[in-house]
């Protein structure tokens, strides 16, 4: 079952847990999977800039390593003056285990703020090789 608001407790409880002190920026995800168990992340930087995490990455890997494949539904939160949507390598690593319908659930601390589907996230994606 869909649940946006449990998806909201824990990817606030993974912000809340980032390691964000280059950006600032403390971002948590949660995934809901196809088999209802939810997974979470957070980012995680590092001094060498580019070998950092993103949440959505993070909480992606949890999934894959809790055995499942498909994801129904994610939430990118952040405590930000902008509401945050998920960058471009993460909208990709969505897609690889989610349906053009599947709904991305973007918060702040205010709660969901914005809904949209994978397909509007990235569109024309590349899917096939
Ligand atoms: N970040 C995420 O974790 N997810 C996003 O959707 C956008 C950006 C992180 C990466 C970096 O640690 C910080 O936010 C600033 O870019």
């Known amino acids: ?10 990817a606030r409880a993974a912000a809340d847990n980032a390691y964000a002190p280059y950006s600032k920026l403390r ?22 800039f580019p070998v950092g995490t993103c949440a ?8 894959i390593r809790g055995g499942d494949t498909r ?5 990118v939160y952040a405590d930000s003056p902008h509401l945050i949507t ?11 285990f989610a349906a ?4 991305v659930y973007l ?3 205010n ?3 914005k809904t949209l589907t994978v397909r509007e996230l990235l569109p024309c994606c590349f899917s096939e090789f």
């Not at 079952?1 to 824990?10: G, H, T």
């Not at 959505?56 to 999934?63: D, G, L, N």
């Not at 994801?71 to 939430?75: K, N, P, R, T």
């Open 27 to 48: 971002v948590g995800a949660a995934v809901l999977s196809g088999s209802e168990q939810f997974y979470s992340g957070c980012n995680v930087e590092n001094v060498s």
């Open 100 to 103: 053009p319908e599947t709904p």
């Open 56 to 63: 959505e990455e993070s909480a992606v890997a949890a999934m």
């Open 111 to 113: 709660g969901i703020r």
């Open 86 to 96: 998920p960058c471009g390598a993460c909208r990709q690593r969505i897609a690889e």
């Open 1 to 10: 079952m869909n649940n946006p608001a449990k998806l909201l407790d824990l």
């Open 71 to 75: 994801i129904a539904a994610v939430l």
């Open 107 to 109: 918060a702040d601390k």
